[in-house]
Structures are given as structure tokens and as C-alpha cells.
Nanobody
Framework: QVTLVESGGGSVQPGGSLKLSCAVS????????VGWFRQAPGKEREGVSC????????DYANSVKGRFYISRDNAKNTVYLQMNSLKPEDTAVYYC???????????????WGQGTQVTVSS
């Protein structure tokens, strides 16, 4: 059984930072890419960042480049998303997902976590 569990969400003021974690079980990060996605109320789910299984190549949405950083610990089978300089428009439920291809579109991912809320507000 494949499970992904997100943690680290919460409320923060604009300009603040949060670090999300995605603990993966049932598949190995040696063979699966992991992506972070987010969905705000009334909006479609969008790709935020992803990390490839083989090379560790990363990709970011333009809206988060230079502010968010994705990393992984294969020994712990865990992927992280460090979010800096947070803005109110970053407010959303953040999901991690695992898939064979490391691309930034939800259709390429087979397994999903339940999500964690991130709220950026003064």
C-alpha cells in the first residue's frame, strides 16, 4: 500500500517561512518522482515543484521560483518543500504526490497525500 503524509502546514505572516514534509511509504524515491501541488478555494490544483527520481532534477512554477526549494532524503523516503518569503497568494492546501515521471502536472502522478493547509495572512 502506498501512502504519502504531508506535515508542516500552518498559519504564517507575509514574508514568513514554512517547511513542508512528505513522508512516503510503499514506493521508493529511488524510482518515483515526487511533486508538490496546491489548490486554493475556487481554483484548480496547480503544480508547485517536483523532484526527479534518478537525477534529482528539480522544477518550479514561475510563481515560486527563488522562494521555494524542494529537497529529498532518500534514506528517510521523505521530500521537503522549504517555502520562504511567503505571500497571501500562496494560501492553499498543499499536496504531495508520487509518480514515475517528474513533471509539474497532476495527471502524471499516481499517488496522493491528504494535504496540509498553508495560510499566509497578516
Amino acid at each position: 500500500q502506498v501512502t504519502l503524509v504531508e506535515s508542516g502546514g500552518g498559519s504564517v505572516q507575509p514574508g514568513g517561512s514554512l517547511k513542508l514534509s512528505c513522508a512516503v511509504s510503499g514506493v521508493s524515491l529511488d524510482y518515483y518522482a515526487v511533486g508538490w501541488f496546491r489548490q486554493a478555494p475556487g481554483k484548480e490544483r496547480e503544480g508547485v515543484s517536483c523532484i526527479n527520481s534518478n537525477t534529482g532534477t528539480t522544477d518550479y512554477a514561475n510563481s515560486v521560483k527563488g522562494r521555494f526549494y524542494i529537497s529529498r532524503d532518500n534514506a528517510k523516503n521523505t521530500v521537503y518543500l522549504q517555502m520562504n518569503s511567503l505571500k497571501p497568494e500562496d494560501t492553499a492546501v498543499y499536496y504531495c504526490a508520487a509518480g514515475v515521471l517528474g513533471l509539474l502536472h497532476p495527471q502524471w502522478y499516481d499517488y496522493w497525500g491528504q494535504g496540509t493547509q498553508v495560510t499566509v495572512s497578516s
